[in-house]
């Protein structure tokens, strides 16, 4: 047997020109003449032909009449690498591809029906405009031809033409023809013509896709006909369709959930997708309840499936819990992570843990995160340290238990555990003031340990707060300030507001400090941030102490660790996606793909939109719609989370700009609240103090999908 | 849907580009190539670049990419990508880099079957294998215009997955039912997660178009059936041998208590309205092997292995290990392969072990000491002592004690409890059938502790 000649691309590994090498290619291809009866000659050459055009070097397209020559023989193997080849190259060389037309036109009319679909979709395939043009009649002609199998190869066939000459299709009545085959015996070709006209909806405004509600049930009806995509076709497809009575959608509802049992992940997901969707237009409470407990268990089943599809389950089981949270009652164990998963599973399993978690199972919770920390990935570790300071401010009962549990940790002295136990544990300090300020010694011990900005504003911000509780917090702030100039503005910012409050409560100790961090502020620095707030504090000093206490001190709105909820808006949005590839994502569908059509819940009497709702989404803002940059863009999501991924000190602008949405539109107090929302409690004293903030730890740095590999794909959801 | 798939060795090389849409262009290649080939931090299966989408699974040593330019339903992507492995295995053996070169051809052909517009038409095995082959002498058949109306019918077919034609002079069949246990036991020996993922894999010899009934012992079906006793008690063990099966013998029936079946997923076959309205599993199978259903329970699983490690770290210089196994199935049964892995931490040096039955060895490129033991009956207990000498280092980083774990495979057994009662099979010529089944479990994550 020929071996492929699979490597010469740059440095040819036999010393010969391209040129010679198509012509030899030539020769081997006209070689057989006449003896050469079953044109094994032919297939050899021909097989050569088409590894060399794989390896991407366009030599071939010289070899383009010769391979038009050949696809006139009598065998379907040559016809088909030939028309690989016309399909790979007809774009570059259209003219000459011309002379394939009428092969194509005549093989459309031949009597074996695989030639014909053959043809018919290699043909459509041509992105030249002769060939557009010359597909119309024979298509009109085979969508109502003998054969299923040319009849939905023709269904396809519009939506391809569609993508070459839009308006051309709009002005023929392909599209009308299309929908009339929608009567189709054949379960096959109906859902075909269905995939080709979600199709062509996917990419034109002007199109609308009604279905009523005997199509959709008869829609259903021939599911268990329909091979395993086919079925997704259709369940999709579905999604067009608009119940106007909570009893149709009910009853629709019930005949798509045996689906739920299909081996196939795509028919499940897709499956959810449409029960969840059908679910906003049933009225009673006790059949969306027994319809949410079905959704449960497959769901949870595709966590034996290969790690892809689990992933894709669990991001959607983030989602589903939001909309639905009684779908996943599940026991929490079923989310433990396995030793072997991969390290996107296991992410993500920790956010549905984090989500799951009750007062009821967080022993079980800690006592597996706990284990969880002991890990390799130092990502992953971190994460799940993280979740654990999030879970004594998500469970206010069980705090003690996981600043336990986080003490633990911190004694293994493993730096990066350290770094994130002490930002989780100011963030404690904050939510419950006055309560755990005992273990304010343990976690000074370690600051030798931190080395990363976030973690060191944590430990200084937890010393300027306790300034008089710490015994020597003087020199611990005189240590870091020796090395003031190389520090990070979020480290210099902190030391600032540190020092000053420092001297606000022991202003002996304060005194020879204060002077000159200032002056560091004001006058050595490049940041704008940092002097401005220099100035601030040297002026709210130098008037008024009794203010600049009031203010320093004041006391700061509560936190919360609900921040990764999403906005009404594109939870409803997403739901309507479920198991699509913006669900890894959870972010709005067009921030990351932009020409992605909208999907809105459709109004109709039967439609339960709840109250809040409508409200919620009236205040927000637009979410940027033409954005260059869609991941890396910041979620316009002023629901109370902003998340602003800029960098160091994102986390204080978005908590700033939630702040500043929630009072703009509760109170309208904006101006008695000038700096007002500063993360590290600089002000906020004389705010609204009834406003809830929100813990943005997890921007530690900037959410770049795009960059590098994506390694943080679809962790919007940080923990 | 799909605007390509690419297929690349673990050198980044393209070695099959297939476009579907105009928007797939070459240099597509190069940016998977640098992105996630070359990149060691991949970290997701999925990564949006701009207007595009990769999405990509690995086996044997190929990437297999599919590239799409919209919100795609990526459960179908990912679908399709390991049926895309699974045709490849089931026409070339093994589908690695060296199928994918010595079949380019071939998969190109099959690409442009199974994709339409990016869209997956019909993949099952056998109805692409009456066109499609390996030789190219059988595609002759597909040269004759009423061979291929046969072929079109059956791709288009409701039963796509079965030829009408299929003829044997004998007509067998037989059920494997694989469960795959997964345990993880925490330190202090409480059981944190246990359940069962089980299969049925069934190889079918029939001719003509059999319907067949399936049975199980499933506590919802048993318990709409009036006859069925529905007793609570459960068998650990199912008796030795491979079993001829009586056809709805009531002895079977008897001997067993009832599973609950958290959930499970059929073959495309299966008429899932009639299991979802009573629990009845019904259908026309494929021709040859494949997998029915999938099945998960979680209630009162067996555990076949109960495994007591001690592990004491003696300074910064030694681990002292002591790994006690116990067989908790019936003294008729035995395991085999039994494997656990014991790890060591990163800066062992050298091991010594001591076992009571079958053979331990360190190796080091894994960090573990892997015992072995080839043959364990039930009711049997073994023990492995051991020590590792650890090297001194510089950096004294905690060790992050991974799981001890375990492989083995036991037959005549099942975790979850669960018993095939009948499998019946209805054909117009009546003719008579004889049916064997088989039970299996096998570790699926087992892991414990320490």
């Known amino acids: ?719 | 849907m799909l605007s390509g798939i690419l297929i690349f060795n673990q050198k980044g090389e393209n070695l099959i580009f297939r476009a579907f849409r105009n928007d797939c262009r070459p240099r597509l290649a190069d940016i998977f190539r640098i992105q996630v080939i070359s990149n060691p931090q991949v970290r997701s299966p999925i990564l949006t670049l701009g207007s595009t989408t990769f999405s990509h699974v690995k086996h044997e040593n190929i990437y297999l990419v599919a590239v799409t330019k919209s919100n795609a339903n990526a459960a179908l992507i990912f679908e399709f990508l390991y049926r895309l492995v699974l045709l490849g295995k089931s026409y070339f053996g093994k589908f690695d880099e060296e199928a994918v070169k010595n079949n380019f051809v071939l998969i190109y052909e099959l690409l442009d079957e199974i994709l339409d517009f990016g869209y997956p038409q019909n993949t099952e095995t056998d109805t692409l294998k009456m066109y499609i082959t390996t030789e190219g002498v059988k595609s002759a058949i597909a040269n004759n215009p009423t061979d291929s109306s046969r072929i079109t019918q059956q791709a288009t077919g409701a039963l796509s997955w079965r030829r009408a034609d299929v003829k044997y002079r004998k007509n067998e069949a037989f059920v494997d039912v694989i469960e795959d246990v997964n345990l993880l036991m925490s330190a202090t020996g409480t059981v944190l997660r246990a359940d069962v993922n089980g299969q049925i894999v069934m190889r079918a010899y029939l001719s003509g178009t059999p319907e067949c009934k399936f049975g199980l012992n499933d506590r919802l079906l048993l318990d709409n059936d009036a006859a069925g006793p529905g007793g609570s008690t459960r068998g650990g063990s199912l008796g030795g041998g491979e079993n001829k099966m009586g056809v709805g013998s009531a002895k079977t029936r008897a001997a067993a208590g009832s599973v609950t079946l958290e959930d499970c997923q059929f073959h495309q076959c299966v008429k899932l309205g009639r299991f979802d309205a009573d629990r009845i599993i019904s259908f026309v199978p494929p021709d040859g092997e494949f997998e029915l259903m999938r099945y998960r329970a979680t209630e009162n699983v067996n555990l076949p292995f109960k495994v007591h490690p001690i592990v004491r770290e003696i300074g910064t210089t030694k681990v002292e290990y002591s790994v006690a196994i116990k067989a908790n199935y019936s003294s008729k049964l035995f395991a085999t392969n039994v494997i656990i892995r014991i790890p060591t931490p990163l800066n062992t040096a050298k091991t010594t072990e001591r076992t009571s039955q079958g053979r331990a060895k360190y190796e080091p490129e894994h960090n573990n000491i892997v015992w072995k033991i080839a043959r364990f009956s039930g009711g049997s207990e073994y023990v492995l002592t051991a020590e590792a000498a650890l090297t001194s280092m510089t950096n004294q980083k905690a060790w992050s004690r991974p799981p001890l774990s375990l492989s083995f495979s036991l037959l005549m057994f099942t975790s979850s409890g669960l018993l095939v009662r009948y499998l019946k099979v209805f054909e117009k010529n009546n003719y008579s059938s004889v049916k064997w089944v088989r039970y299996m479990t096998r570790a699926g994550s087992y892991e414990i502790r320490f």
């Open chain 1, 1 to 719: 047997m020929f071996t492929a000649p699979f490597v010469q691309t740059s440095l040819p590994i036999w010393a010969r020109s391209p040129q010679g090498k198509v012509a030899e290619l030539r020769q081997e291809l006209n070689s057989g003449g006449k003896k050469d009866k079953n044109y094994s000659a032919k297939k050899i050459a021909l097989k050569k032909i088409v590894a060399n055009m794989t390896m991407s070097n366009n030599d071939m397209i010289a070899l383009f009449p010769d391979i038009i020559d050949c696809m006139n023989l009598p065998s379907l193997e040559i016809k088909k690498m030939c028309f690989l080849f016309l399909v790979n190259y007809s774009r570059m060389k259209p003219d000459i591809a011309l002379n394939a037309l009428p092969i194509l036109i005549n093989d459309m009319e031949a009597s074996n029906p695989l030639v014909r679909a053959l043809a018919l979709r290699t043909i459509a395939y041509v992105h030249v405009r002769e060939f557009v043009e010359g597909t119309v009649q024979p298509l009109k002609r085979l969508m109502g031809d003998m054969d299923p199998y040319v009849r939905k190869t023709a269904a396809f066939c519009v939506a391809k033409l569609y993508e070459h000459d839009r308006k051309m299709v709009e002005t023929s009545d392909l599209i009308a023809r299309l929908n009339e085959m929608l009567k189709d015996e054949n379960p096959t070709v109906v859902s075909s013509v269905l995939a080709s006209l979600v199709d062509i909806w996917g990419r034109s405004e002007t199109i609308s896709l009604t279905i009523d509600y005997s199509s959709a049930s008869k829609l259903v009806s021939i599911l268990p006909d329909c091979s395993e995509w086919g079925q997704t076709y259709i369940l999709e497809s579905l999604m067009s369709y608009v119940p106007q009575d909570s009893a149709e959608a009910l009853l629709l509802a019930e005949r798509i959930a045996p689906r739920l049992s299909h081996s196939n992940s795509a028919v499940v997901l897709t499956s959810i997708r449409v029960i969840l969707y059908l679910m906003n237009y049933i009225a009673e409470e006790r059949h969306i309840t027994s319809l949410s407990r079905k959704l449960s268990p497959p769901l949870v089943t595709l966590l034996s499936k290969p790690p892809e599809v689990q992933y894709l389950a669990l991001r959607n089981a983030i989602l589903i819990l939001q909309k639905r949270p009684e779908v996943l009652r599940n026991d929490i164990r079923v989310f433990f992570c396995n030793y072997n998963d991969p390290i996107y599973v296991k992410v993500t399993k920790l956010e549905l843990i984090f989500m799951l978690t009750t007062k009821e199972n967080i022993s079980v919770v800690l006592a597996e995160l706990r284990e969880y920390a002991t890990e390799i990935d130092v990502h992953f570790v971190r994460k799940a340290v993280r979740a654990i300071g999030k879970l004594a401010i998500k469970i206010e009962s069980s705090a003690r238990q996981c600043i336990d549990t986080l003490l633990d940790l911190v004694n293994a002295k493993i730096p990066y555990i350290v770094q994130e136990a002490t930002v989780v544990i100011r963030n404690i300090f904050r939510k419950y003031p006055n309560q755990y300020e005992n273990i304010i010694g343990q976690v000074i011990q370690n600051i030798d340990e931190l080395d990363e900005p976030e973690a060191k504003a944590a430990v200084i911000w937890i010393i300027g707060q306790y300034a008089d509780r710490i015994e020597n917090s003087d020199g611990l702030l005189q240590d870091y300030l020796a090395t003031f100039h190389d520090e990070t503005v979020e480290v210099q910012l902190a030391l600032l507001t540190a020092t000053v409050k420092l001297f606000i409560q022991r202003p002996t100790k304060g005194q020879q400090l204060v002077p000159q961090v200032l002056k560091w502020c004001t006058e050595e620095t490049d940041d704008p941030d940092l002097r401005d707030r220099g100035y601030m504090y040297w002026r709210l000093l130098s008037t008024d102490p009794a203010t600049a206490r009031q203010v320093v001190m004041g006391q700061k709105p509560p936190i919360s660790a609900e921040s990764e909820k999403l906005d009404s808006r594109t939870l409803e949005e997403l739901c309507l996606n479920v198991g699509t590839l913006a669900t890894v994502y959870l972010k709005p569908v067009q921030q990351v793909f932009r020409s992605a059509r909208t999907r809105r819940l459709q109004y109709s009497p039967a439609l339960q939109k709840t109250h809040e709702d409508f409200t919620a989404t009236t205040w927000k803002l637009p979410a940027p719609v033409a954005n260059p940059n869609p991941a890396t863009s910041p979620t316009a999501a002023a629901n109370g989370s902003a998340t602003t991924p800029t960098g160091s000190s994102s986390a204080a602008v978005s908590v700033a700009d939630s702040y500043f949405n929630s009072v703009a539109v509760g109170t309208q107090q904006m101006a008695s609240l000038d700096l007002g929302g500063r993360e590290d409690g600089g002000a906020g004293g004389g705010g609204a103090p009834q406003s809830q903030y929100v813990v943005n730890q997890n921007q530690q740095q900037a959410y770049q999908p795009q960059l590098a590999g994506g390694s943080a794909t679809g962790e919007l959801l940080l923990l």
